[in-house]
């Protein structure tokens, strides 16, 4: 009940288009849904994230779609671009704890 | 925004050392800090979470006494990994979070290699 699940685990987009990728929870005491952008050799960094009381966020390319009713959440990177690169992961947490649950990641390579 | 850093960003250790991965908070007062490995190709690894002043919690499978864990202010978190073996080579990550509902900031990470 723990698990976030994370899908595609690898994903290969042209430049211009739109990259997509989608995640999964069960536990409805989750209230906090970040994502997180991870270069080699480098840490996650946090790039939007969304509470349960809206249905989508956006900010510039990046935007997170949330579906409170079948537990599920994206993130749609729009205009999608080679520095977009990079290892994508989706988290979840309950307002009661800091401990973030981590999906699998998704690697994301954008053609030129 | 909120930066965290670590030191080293990478060691190279002979077996049966100790080494020694500082977590500061910059610009903020972290209340609460996270450790994490990352194996190469997979998603993040809870290791512990510390509290100022307090001791850490581990996760299950984590040895305490392998991975000693010092929170002694707001802004300083230290990882000592005892007595280093090649198996815990790895890639090593904290992250702090703010007061309240507030998010995790990581830190760039460090990685360790033990020959």
């Known amino acids: 009940q723990q698990q976030v699940k994370q899908s595609p685990q690898s994903l290969i987009v042209q430049k211009g288009g739109i990259s997509i990728i989608n995640c999964a929870y069960e536990?409805?005491?989750?209230?906090?849904f970040p994502w997180y952008q991870q270069f080699p050799g480098k840490g996650p960094a946090l790039l939007i994230a969304?509470?349960?009381?809206?249905s989508e966020k956006k900010e510039g390319r990046f935007t997170i779609s949330f579906n409170k009713s079948a537990k599920q959440f994206s993130l749609h990177i729009m205009d999608s671009q080679p520095g977009d690169s990079a290892t994508y992961f989706c988290a979840a947490r309950t307002d009661s704890s800091y401990k973030l649950i981590f999906g699998s990641g998704t690697r994301l390579l954008v053609r030129p | 925004g909120a930066v965290v850093s670590q030191h080293p960003s990478r060691v190279i250790c002979k077996s049966g050392t100790s080494v020694k991965i500082e977590c500061r908070s910059l610009d903020f007062q972290a209340t609460t800090m996270f450790w994490y490995r990352q194996f190469p190709k997979k998603s993040l690894m809870l290791m512990a979470t510390?509290?100022?002043?307090?001791?850490?919690?581990?996760e299950q499978g984590v040895e305490k006494d392998k991975f000693l864990i010092n929170h002694a202010s707001l802004t300083l978190s230290t990882l000592t990994v005892t007595s280093a073996h090649p198996e815990d080579s790895s890639f090593y990550i904290c992250?702090?979070?703010?007061?309240?509902?507030?998010?995790?900031?990581f830190g760039p990470g460090t990685r360790l290699l033990v020959l």
């Open positions: 536990n409805t005491a989750f209230d906090y």
């Open positions: 969304i509470r349960p009381d809206v």
């Open positions: 510390s509290n100022e002043g307090s001791k850490a919690t581990y």
């Open positions: 992250s702090a979070g703010l007061a309240g509902p507030g998010t995790q900031y």
